[in-house]
């Protein structure tokens, strides 16, 4: 595909994006408990995070894939909500001091920076247990086990887990696909296979929609990772070298800068393959994996 | 009830208590992820935590009550596993240095002083989520929906963070009773619920039993307080006012040793009048209450 209709797919993503943000939003004001009830300054501290800003790529994707599969209904603003409290639970325990020690984020202060180490841990733990009460509500004990497995030791904590044990180490790109593919990837194909099993599709496009979503999962890194040297050495003027400084392994740092553009390009490829064997219209994950390659920020 | 009685009942409890536990390890053996998987030392730390001994009470509750409202199959070996991790990863987090920095648990180093705190905060959260994957697993996403309420920021969270927020602080009776209720009695009636769910007893059932878990749980933490300082005197001769020094508000700080013995009888009663109105045979969890008031650990 041209780099002029990639723009133009990316710009339909990036409107379907903008508009689930607001309607996404606003079922987060409704699911995460007000400030006025005990413990206010913990709730206070959930929802700084969670309205700290962001893409809400999780819940477009869990909302896109169950319309795609005919899913109708209010279920979904569950698994919305679910989908981006345990990315954010996530972000606010990475950015704890004894992990990645982060003091900003998104330009803002880090959860534990505005409200202390203990409230972040708390805060963290309670949008967890908040994500899968308000999964239970969805009546899916599937997309539960599925989201659960998705997030565990073999998924997202897993991927974590590695990337510390890793810090400072040589690593080989073996690692640094598996750190991503379970850190960073997992959740996207949990929101996808969520969005598919709550409208009843298919076993066989269940999983050919996580395949899809393990791709564009890895493509996401792969494309934050060269977005890091190239704002850094073109826009913010700093070393290109600083993330290998830091002890960080990225793929532009083993690859090269083009080899990472080309590796991006071919799991855009390996996700597209995947929306071509199915008979849905897959306009939106089209368009969403475009802007996942494309995106400047 | 008689002393005597009393020490029958809790016997019964004990013996009661001892063969669940060995069931219990053998199941979890089986729900935690092995060490020879990847991330191998994040599952060696939970494992660690979760084989660190323990009274098992909250697997023991839960199957008891299954049991009692007729409930059959393998399906309570999730709940037994979920419960107990999920009791751990409050013990994990409760302990790091952000929170109460406890460097011993039970005589054994707690988990971030074994394995650093870093994997300790992935530990906790991993038994979390590995806790609502086996819950997913009944197949009841009420049993999960209980649970999840009970542990949240309504919850046990919610009284762990205002033992937080209090520390050092004066605080009263009710602030104490508020911070017990929900930081220990709320997982002790989700225990109770989640067996009266998966055995599909009748809702006003599972509601009396949520009630004498409340009373229980509550009547568990005035005997803890008890214990800390009886034991403190007159076992290991430490001053009976450190408690207060370490501005930590414990019941007899606040009503005394006799009036907290009396407090403790009282929530016995009142748990047993619960009981007393089942037709079921509550034998077992009529002598967990008196295991619970009268255990010398």
Not at 33 to 50: I, K, Q, T
Not at 217 to 227: R, S, T
Not at 237 to 257: F, M, Q, V
């Amino acid at each position: 595909m041209s780099k002029q209709n990639l723009d133009q797919e990316s710009a339909f993503a990036i409107e379907y994006l903008s508009k689930v943000s607001k309607e996404a939003e606003k079922i987060f004001e409704e699911h995460l408990p007000p400030v006025a009830d005990v413990p206010n300054r913990l709730h206070e501290s959930m929802r700084y995070s969670m309205f700290a800003g962001g893409k809400r790529l999780r819940p477009a994707l869990v909302k896109a894939t169950f319309e795609m599969f005919g899913g109708k209904g209010d279920k979904i603003k569950y698994a919305m909500s679910a989908l981006e409290m345990l990315h954010t639970f996530s972000l606010i325990h990475d950015d704890l001091p004894c992990i990645d020690n982060d003091d900003f984020r998104r330009g803002k202060p880090t959860n534990h920076k505005q409200f202390g180490e203990a409230t972040a841990v708390m805060a963290g733990d309670a949008l967890c247990i908040r994500a899968f009460e308000l999964m239970a509500k969805t009546g899916s004990a599937r997309a539960l086990e599925v989201l659960a497995n998705k997030l565990g030791t073999y998924g997202m904590i897993g991927g974590e887990m590695i990337d510390i044990e890793c810090e400072g180490k040589s690593v080989s790109l073996d690692t640094v696909d598996y750190i991503h593919y379970h850190k960073t990837a997992a959740l996207i194909e949990a929101s996808l296979c969520i969005g598919a099993i709550l409208a009843d599709a298919p076993e066989d496009k269940v999983k050919a929609i996580e395949r899809y979503g393990k791709a564009i999962g890895l493509a996401f890194q792969v494309v934050d990772d060269i977005l890091d040297i190239v704002s850094t050495t073109e826009q913010l003027g700093k070393d290109a070298g600083s993330d290998i400084e830091r002890g960080k392994a990225t793929y532009p740092s083993i690859l090269g800068l083009e080899e990472s553009r080309k590796r991006a390009l071919a799991l855009y490829e390996e996700s597209i393959k995947e929306l071509d064997a199915l008979s849905e219209d897959t306009k939106v994950l089209r368009s969403i994996a475009a802007f996942i390659i494309t995106r400047v920020n």
